[in-house]
């Protein structure tokens, strides 16, 4: 069974540049999650889809985050402006129903 | 919400010995509780996890362990490898909601 893809694996922007993630999750699963990782930190939830819809979003950074989920499977996750504090691994994780959550590698972001 | 508090940042052991890591939680309707590995460069891997049914689950050379009274639940790994040097998170979930993660914890097995 393919595990969750993510692309790219890094990219570096200068501070008020945007950037597009992507991600395609394990075949089946209904819901799916971007997690932010600052160095050193645990995991930070920034929005949960079931199929194509928000469960829940109340840690976006909705002034210059968004994400979107079209057709229930694959996702994107921008932000615009880039800010020096959004340097982070961005993490795409998928679940059925039952909350085991798989990750994809990642995209390390840097703002410069 | 949910808070997930786990101790120690940094745990050093000699191969071969055991290693602990315990994790509290705050939301007592939370009923699962997952483990995850992260390695350099790679994105957490779950390793165990724990449903609030249940008291003690093992694996092999790891075992977890739910307390629920007291809202705490730990990671135990016997006879530790260097293979197991990395990153451990606890987190926990009522199943609806997304994991809400510990700070993590860096184990270093010394060979």
């Known amino acids: 069974e393919a595990g969750v893809a993510q692309s790219p694996r890094y990219k570096i922007i200068e501070k008020r540049q945007s950037v597009a993630f992507w991600c395609n999750p394990i075949s089946g699963h209904a819901t799916l999650y971007w997690y932010q990782q600052i160095l050193g930190q645990g995991p930070k939830l920034l929005i949960q889809f079931q199929n194509n819809g928000v469960v829940d979003d109340s840690q976006l950074p909705k002034d210059r985050f968004s994400a979107e989920r079209l057709k229930g499977v694959d996702s994107t996750l921008k932000i615009q402006p880039a800010k020096l504090e959004d340097s982070a691994v961005y993490l795409c994780?998928?679940?059925?129903?039952?909350?085991?959550?798989?990750f994809g590698q990642g995209t390390r972001l840097t703002v410069v | 919400g949910e808070n997930v508090e786990q101790h120690p940042s940094t745990l050093s052991v000699q191969e071969g010995d055991s290693a602990v890591i315990k994790c509290t939680y705050s939301d007592s309707a939370s009923n699962y509780f997952p483990w995850y590995k992260q390695e350099l460069g790679k994105g957490p891997q779950l390793i165990i996890d724990i449903r609030s049914n249940v008291g003690e689950k093992k694996d092999q050379r790891i075992a977890v362990t739910l307390n629920k009274t007291a809202k705490h639940f730990s990671l135990h790994i016997t006879e530790t490898q260097p293979e197991d040097s990395a990153v451990y998170f606890c987190?926990?979930?009522?199943?609806?909601?997304?994991?809400?993660f510990g700070s993590g914890t860096r184990l270093q097995v010394q060979p």
């Open positions: 994780a998928s679940s059925r129903e039952t909350a085991e959550a798989f």
């Open positions: 987190a926990a979930t009522t199943g609806r909601r997304a994991l809400t």
